[in-house]
């Protein structure tokens, strides 16, 4: 017997080897094999029990060991790689690899603590002789016996200050007995043990959330695959929606994926669900699954999954790998956000990844949002996918008043070009901390301003690696590139004319700060931008603290804009809405109208009313108008159709290739060399745009080109196709591209 395995060793080849007796009923698809290369052993994957035709059996080596007596990846999740491989263009073992914690691809051993145990009582005559002899181990013996269970090793040598001779002295004359036991790291445990969060119970649904569950309910009853949008506004309750239909699935014997765009939305998450659930049964584990886990809590979160001890997993875009046993529900919340897609081979976006894993399982995949991309909203309208609607929010709260403020106007009633704050955002403030309510800003740029300046010559600080200038940080007095990490002192004067007239221009969450507290002197303020996040847990101890009402004021970036509910927050502040409209990209447009609504929905979501400042230099700008709304609907209908007129996704796919190197006339040749060989050999399947320079022309002291395919579908032949013409292409050593199929950053 013969198999094909796939190495996790650097290398995208299926090898093949023998299968020993001994393995040979133990052995699947799926299984975590040690295999011989060359004179080394490595890890690998069955891929499938056969050989190829005339292959020449008799040469191969056998397998050297079974790691897990368990497939590593079931057969969904092992079909689903080779479907990635295909439409992503990735290659398989970077897949396989992205699927396995790193624990379990290093085999790494499980966790285990010592115990010490009495193995045998002592006579009087056998004590007395034992302390004379040795009284360090008479102490830990009669420490041992005054316990009623066993007592961590750690624990003894700890209180009685002895050796670990004297232990083993006791363990050698059959005294004592150490035992083995295994520790379990649970992600979050503390958290839950501590009731840091409120219980989610049960609430009692209005007629829509209702419709919503029985939907969902029928949709899981019929055991097959489906997509279902939930589309509800912000507050309308659709998390409780989830719970009912994770419910339903557990019931019915199912396993459960839930999937927040971002790791800081899993605490909140994961605290909801293991209320809800060990409140129905004890037995229903909830299993945390993101990149920010040791590798221990990712093994043994692993380790649950696969043995099916725990049915239900938490976690950000990698969650959609997790092991999870007879998967009949995936819920992806938030689907419309950039996080879901990865920026680095293989690059799937995890929402499509969620949807073709459900198609692989026969399962129900939920994709919720207030604010649904547009691609998933023309699949909905199309019949595509099912949808349910929530139009109102639970309890009848009403959605935030949205205050737009024209900041040219501003600008001219404070007399200053530089104006942070507004008036009206500023008396908000003054009169939420007087009734003791909470309020959250939120600017997209972290730093005190987005550049340095020269007044008299102007001259801009730049980055000397990348194309883009450096941020200038008030607190340490330094510039920094947010995209290579290069930082220096900031300049007292100007390095082009020497004028000391060079300053900061821009706003960001530092300067924010500042104005705040000059306006604002007795409010308890906390800032939360990846500069001030950088300490582990630091981000759940400042929302923490925020949920129990120590922090007045909380300012922060796009990682307090989704999914966090803060009943007493009933003011919120856009300091700067048009950032994410004026890049070049057709879904900035897209991107800041869900931004508003998404940051206006963190605002009155208990029982007192809420209100929304917005900030802005074009308040005419369509994103503007339709978000003072929360109309979707009308943005959504406005917006399709300007995408469908310029061929812009939904209404074709679109691929990116980029090429990067230190010399940028070499790429500009070699990327026109590829246009046309692909033109020749795609013709009208493919419409080409550029290659040009891309906006960010340099990064880390490579030059950045690119190229853009617009096909129709099915998109995967297409792909396959641009695959087999790279790999015969004759590329510079120099030159590095890659293809993103499906892109979601265009810069």
Known sequence: MTVGVHPLAGFDKLLHYKVPETLRATLQV???????????????????????????????????????????????????????????????????????????????????????????????????????????????????????RPVLKSLVLDRLAVSAAAISGLVTRGLIREESRRVERIAYADDHAAGEHVAAQPHRLNAEQQAAVDGLGAALATGKFGVQLLFGVTGSGKTEVYLRAIQDALAAGGGVAFLVPEVALTPQTTARLRSRLEAIAPDHRVVVWHSSLSEGERLDGWLALTTGQARVVVGARSAVFAPVRDLRLIVVDEEHEPAYKQDETPRYHGRDTAIMRAKLAGALCVLGSATPSLETWANARSGKYGQLTLTQRIDDRKLPFIDIVDMRVEAMRQRGGGVTLSRRLVDGMHARLAKKEQTILFINRRGYSSAMQCRKCGHVEECPHCSVSMTYHRTDETLRCHLCGNQRNAPARCPSCASPEIKWRGTGTQRVEESVRRVLPKARIERIDTDTMSKKNRFREVLSAFRAGKIDILIGTQMIAKGLDFPNVTLVGLVDADLSMHVPDFRATERTFQLLVQVAGRSGRGDRAGEVVVQTFTPEAGAIQFSRHADFVGFATTELKVRNDFGYPPARHLLHHLFRGPNPEKLRFYAEQWKKRVEEALGPKVALMGPAASPIEKIQDEYRWQLWYFCNAPVTGIVAEITRLRAVFEWPDDMIQVLDVDPVNLC
Request: hydrophobic content about 50%.
């Open 30 to 148: 799926g299984s975590l094999v040690r295999i011989p290369i060359v004179n080394r052993f490595h890890l690998g994957i069955v891929a499938e029990f056969s050989a190829p035709k005339d292959f020449p059996v008799e040469r191969c080596k056998p397998l050297a060991g079974l790691v897990y007596p368990f497939p590593a990846l079931p057969p969904d999740l092992l079909s689903l790689a080779k479907w990635m491989s295909a439409y992503y263009a990735a290659p398989l073992d970077s897949i396989i690899e992205t699927m396995l914690p790193t624990a379990v691809r290093k085999a790494a051993a499980l966790k285990q603590e010592k115990l010490l145990v009495v193995a045998r009582p002592l006579d009087a005559v056998e004590a007395a002789a034992l302390g004379k002899r040795a009284p360090a181990q008479a102490k830990v013996y009669v420490f041992l016996s005054s316990q009623p």
